[in-house]
């Protein structure tokens, strides 16, 4: 543990953003991968005591690992994410990854300095083993019969991902919104496993309003006709109409009031007057909004690990789980950076005003930064505000790796003597 805090105060101004000398570059075409871990001999112990595997992986990287191995970066993604972060998988597709404007060369995280990990997330459903995918015992996918997961667990694959590929130490691992809860979890759970934990628009525990958001969703899902108590999978008609209004509720948590009144305020669409029809479901632009943000998520997004995410997103608490923050976090070796943003409402800065306050309280190293944007949750997401992160990822990271790197030629000094 170190015995030196470094904390700035939580609205303090971003330094000047990461200046390249060119502009930056994509990540190219990127392969996804996919690796079976927890096999029969040694399957997954779930946080809820029972047993699962085999669990097959889906992950891509990016950049090249160092010969020490000691430039990885693990970014964990938010919930409807998934491993393709950066690049295109082909040159045909419309968009690249979902993080591109911040992983590549020369961007936030550097693919030119570090070696990215990304992968789909336990109970996903984008390749790594979900309620989607084909039980081994069936033949058939496991739909309702999937376990019960947690952060914890998500976890514990990941981890097992990293030494999967020869990694002992990660240089950092790097999360928002559900992605953050897992960074937390990982600096818990795993305290020498990695150099720097970077924690953007999160929180230690989902608060009341975050539950009550979650559950209204779920019910959605629930009474679609379609649902069939999550055994849908051979029908041809499945719970969309549940899962397009779970997203709906959802995304709207994810804006600000500023960030609605800026883009669509109470602009009509494709209309010039009100039609004094209750049957028209799309007459204001952030209803046709919303229904297209619903319409677009059922083409990539399953129900069933939509429950099971949001889920493990209410069970998560931090401090209930090893007895106090200072205990979960204080016996960490890594430096933590937290980034919040003045206009969420989902993870208010003051969720990570208590993370900070308990690192500080454990004697971490930890800088943190409220950053001001129209945009609410999503901020850390979109490309207009990426600069200001940048201004504090870029300099965190080179601190980080700096330190490991001293620490190593250290321990290797110790050892020759």
């Known amino acids: ?47 809820s005591g029972k047993t699962f595997g085999p669990v097959h992986v889906n992950y891509e990287t990016y950049g090249t690992l160092s010969p020490a191995k000691d430039n990885a970066i693990f970014i964990c993604h938010a919930l409807t994410g998934d491993a393709h972060v950066a690049g295109r998988r082909t040159a045909e597709d419309r968009k690249p990854g979902w ?18 990990i990304c992968a789909n997330v336990l109970g996903g459903c984008q ?43 990660l240089l950092a691992v790097v999360g928002g919104s559900l992605g953050g809860m897992q960074v937390l979890e990982w600096a818990a759970r795993y305290p020498d496993s990695l150099g720097g934990a970077v924690v953007l628009a999160s929180g230690a ?53 500023q960030s609605i009144e800026l883009k669509f305020g109470r602009r009509l669409q494709d209309r010039e007057s009100l039609a004094y029809d209750v049957k028209q479901e799309t007459e204001f632009q952030i209803e046709s909004y919303l229904h297209y943000q619903g319409k677009r998520f059922v083409e990539r997004f399953d129900a069933n690990s ?20 200072e205990n979960a976090l204080g016996r960490s070796s890594a430096r933590f950076l937290v980034v919040s943003y003045d206009t969420d409402w989902l993870f208010p800065t003051s969720q990570s005003l208590e993370i900070v306050r308990s690192l500080i309280s454990a ?26 992160l940048e201004g504090l990822v870029v300099p965190f990271l080179a601190r980080v790796q700096e330190g490991m790197r001293d620490a190593a030629v250290a321990t290797d000094g110790a050892v020759s003597q």
């Open 1 to 47: 543990m170190s015995s030196v805090t470094a904390a700035a105060a939580a609205n303090t101004t971003a330094p000047a953003p990461h200046a390249s000398a060119a502009a930056p570059e994509s990540c190219g075409l990127v392969k996804p991968q996919n690796v079976i871990l927890f096999g029969a001999e040694d399957p997954l112990q779930l946080e």
């Open 99 to 116: 993080w591109d404007g911040f992983v590549g060369p020369g961007k936030g995280i550097d693919t030119n300095k570090y070696f990215v």
């Open 127 to 169: 390749g790594t083993t979900g309620p989607n995918s084909i039980d081994p015992q069936t033949g058939k996918q496991y739909g309702p019969h999937f376990p019960f997961i947690t952060i914890a667990d998500i976890v514990r694959v990941h981890k097992s991902l990293v030494e999967y590929l020869g990694i002992t130490k």
């Open 205 to 257: 525990k989902l608060n009341a309003q975050g539950i009550a958001f979650n559950a209204v969703g779920r019910r959605a899902i629930y009474t679609d006709p379609a649902f069939c108590e999550g055994n849908y999978y051979d029908h041809a008609e499945k719970p969309r109409f549940g899962l397009a209004l779970a997203r709906m509720i959802a995304h709207i948590t994810y804006l600000s009031e």
């Open 306 to 325: 939509y429950i099971w995410l949001t889920r493990a997103m209410d069970y998560f608490n931090l401090d209930a789980s090893y007895g106090s923050l």
């Open 363 to 388: 004697r971490q190293h930890v800088t943190s930064a409220e950053l001001s944007s129209p945009h609410g949750h999503d901020a850390f997401l979109i490309d207009s505000e990426l600069p200001m």
